[in-house]
């Protein structure tokens, strides 16, 4: 092994207090976010056709630009966004819980196998 370079295998014998940050952060339990879904879920149905693509082969599902655009406005009127736009760091943590409902609601609708 170089001089100076760390093996993963180096890593994991490295006393806690000395591993990488990123390790560290790697274990840290995710915060709740429920309220946030519930939220963005409710706001999924206000999306119209031009808001999102729909890739049924490949099961996947993105905003349009219109539809990022709309659902920055629906974001601001229940207060979930503040400012800026969804990709801001302060508004970055909408985006599973919009992902999520968004793929909820259009790739596995109520009453569809």
Known sequence: MQRGIISRSS??????DR??????????P????S???????????????????????????TLTEAGNEHMVELLR????????????INNI???PSRHQALRAHKLFPEGRD
Do not use: C, M, W
């Open 19 to 28: 591993r990488s940050a990123h390790a560290a952060d790697h274990f840290r």
């Open 30 to 33: 995710t915060e709740d976010n």
């Open 11 to 16: 890593t994991s014998r490295l006393h806690p």
């Open 35 to 61: 309220e946030l879904y519930k939220k963005v879920d409710s706001l999924i149905p206000s999306l119209v056709k031009e808001d999102f693509e729909l890739d049924e082969k490949q099961r996947q599902v």
């Open 93 to 95: 943590t909408t985006g």
């Open 77 to 88: 009127q229940v207060g979930v966004l503040e400012e800026g736009d969804l990709y801001d």
